[in-house]
């Protein structure tokens, strides 16, 4: 697959979250604002985190395919202290969410939620998917929709 | 999926005995490979046997074996192996290899350590930060490895509408029972205001949820049940072992607490062994965190789910502050990973094996002759074991 970036300069942008050549590609799209999962040409089942063959079918066809990012919270935590990440302070604890996806039943996504304070954020709630700079790095983070679900 | 009763090694292979260091909450000037020395010295002198005796050795990849090997002196091994913990892997491994006429006598160690991944006070020892790093750091946004238990927790909670306190009963279990034991990191008295009032680390988890980053070793003898009993202590036999582990085990990707690790452990243990709950007495869930335990006792088929916590309560002995299940089962007597300390399993087993061998001192549960560890957490590394004496 061409890429805009090198292998070089892709590896040294996402060294910190181990990837390889399986997740290269979920992470260039990072770059470009897209989140992408990996999904199968011959049976369209999504999995994550990628991986090089579809456990369902056993195809090798899997490519890694924008989703919108859309669905609802299923697992939820804050982060009362934790790695050192640049510009997180956890003297607000922070919010990490596994979102159900809606592509497929049983697809997650982890990232934090942004734009709400703690006591708004639940499970059961529904997202959309939005981005920020974390050091200079496009970050996939959850944004709730509307109000409370 | 069948689930298989095959079990051609039930009771041929045993455990001669354990033993430990004891283990200490604060960093030590010692080596991994000094606790894992000390514990297996001790262990061979009691055990009365030789260098000479032992042609196997297995542990964690933190200790090789060649260095053991080389640091106790023992001439010639036949077989070794540096499997990943948690510690029934170093079991099975072990007793295959012995089942299997690989080697005859093995010795099998852990060694808890306070890395520098663990606390802070680890990573202000300059000799513990040049040690490899055992996990990824830096990022934030993930459910992985301990985390991911926070969030089935979390989960566990909202499903269930459980009241955090169930989770502190598990905390205070342990706590209670680790005042019988002089080996155990973490001996002042818990209350649960203590609990309650604790550290918020990850929410909704908080310090007294965590296992205890702890510094010590145990060690363990495991060879055929025919030789063992021509040792001092009486054989304990592995009647069944087993791991378990489905497709969907990454953390955030886990089906749900209903369809992980435990539940293939609770079907083939079921399937290979002699015995199950209601014939033990005394049991060793893992608690690495309070929700393991909650998920084992129901996953095990003491109680249905999201019922744990009531099925402590209802199970509770007031008098000494403790889990003591259908009035005689008591759960983790040696204090378990939350306050004896993480011992990844292998202090589960060591007290395991006391308790059968009727060496378990003030902790000893009257005429205790089999007992169930249910080892390891939800993703990767849920295990299995059925003990028991003749």
């Known amino acids: 697959m061409s890429r805009s970036i090198s292998d070089s300069d892709l590896v040294s942008t996402f060294a910190h979250l181990g990837i390889d050549r ?43 395919t924008e989703v919108t990012g859309n669905g609802v919270i299923d697992l939820l935590i804050f982060l009362h202290q934790g790695p050192q990440a640049p510009g997180v302070d956890y003297s607000t604890p922070y919010p990490v969410a596994s979102v159900a996806l809606d592509e497929q039943a049983g697809l997650r996504f982890t990232a934090t939620v ?36 | ?46 055990c009365g046997l030789k260098a000479s005796d032992i042609d196997g050795i297995c542990g964690p990849s933190s200790v090789s074996a060649g260095d ?19 510690f029934v892997n170093q079991v099975i491994q072990a007793a295959s ?25 680890a990573l202000r020892d300059p000799f513990r930060r040049v040690m490899p790093a055992i996990a990824p750091g830096g990022n934030p946004d993930t459910m992985w490895g301990p985390i991911g238990y926070t969030a089935w927790a979390s989960r566990y909670i909202h499903d269930y509408n459980v009241p955090k306190e169930r989770f502190g009963l598990v905390a205070i279990n342990d706590r209670s029972n680790a005042q ?15 609990y309650m009032s604790a550290r918020m680390v990850r929410w909704p988890l908080c310090l007294l949820d965590m296992d205890v980053p702890v510094d010590g070793a ?31 085990n990454v953390e955030d990707q886990t089906v749900s607490l209903e369809h992980h690790g435990h539940h293939v452990v609770a079907k083939a243990l079921k399937a290979k062994s002699d015995f ?73 087993i060591r007290e395991a094996i006391h308790q059968l061998q009727g060496r378990a001192g003030v902790r000893q549960v009257a005429n205790a002759r089999r007992t169930l560890v249910t080892a390891g957490g939800f993703f990767y590394n849920a295990q299995g074991l059925a003990l028991h004496r003749d």
Request: charged share 20%; proline share 7%; glycine share 8%.
């Open chain 1, 22 to 64: 399986d997740s290269a590609a979920h992470y260039a799209g990072r770059l470009e604002h897209l989140l992408l999962i990996n999904r199968c040409g011959e049976c369209s089942t999504y999995h994550h985190p990628p991986r090089p063959m579809c456990a369902k079918c056993w195809s090798t066809d899997v490519a890694a």
């Open chain 2, 1 to 46: 999926m069948s689930t298989s009763s095959r079990n051609p090694m039930k009771d041929l292979v045993a455990f001669a005995g354990a033993a430990t260091t004891g283990f200490s909450a604060h960093n030590t000037d010692r080596t991994p490979l000094s606790l894992a020395a000390e514990a297996c010295s001790k262990l061979l002198r009691e």
């Open chain 2, 218 to 248: 145990d060690a363990f003898i495991i060879t055929t049940t025919e030789r063992a009993r021509d040792l001092p202590f009486s054989p304990v036999m592995i009647n069944a072992a087993v791991l378990g582990m489905v497709d969907a």
């Open chain 2, 97 to 121: 290899a012995v089942h299997a006429g690989v080697c005859d006598t093995v010795l099998v160690y852990h060694v808890p350590y306070r890395h520098a991944f663990f606390t802070a006070s």
């Open chain 2, 276 to 348: 199950w709950i209601d014939d033990i007495d005394v049991y060793f869930p893992y608690d690495g965190f309070t929700i393991i335990t909650l998920n084992w006792l129901e996953n095990i088929g003491f109680c249905g789910r999201g019922e744990a916590g009531d099925f402590l309560a209802a199970n509770w002995d007031a008098e000494k502050n403790r889990i003591l299940i259908n009035g005689r089962i008591p759960v983790n007597p040696h204090g378990g990973a939350l306050s004896e300390g993480g011992t990844q399993g292998s202090g589960h």
């Open chain 2, 180 to 194: 019988d034991n002089p080996g155990a990191a973490m001996r002042e008295p818990m209350t649960m205001d203590d």
């Open chain 1, 114 to 149: 942004i734009g709400s304070p703690n006591e708004e954020i639940a499970i059961g709630q529904r997202v959309t998917l939005d981005w920020f700079d974390r050091a200079g790095v496009p970050t996939p983070a959850f944004r709730l929709v509307g109000g409370a679900a």
């Open chain 2, 68 to 86: 053991l090997q080389n640091t106790l002196g023992i001439p010639e091994l036949t077989w070794w192996s540096n499997p990943p913990i948690p």
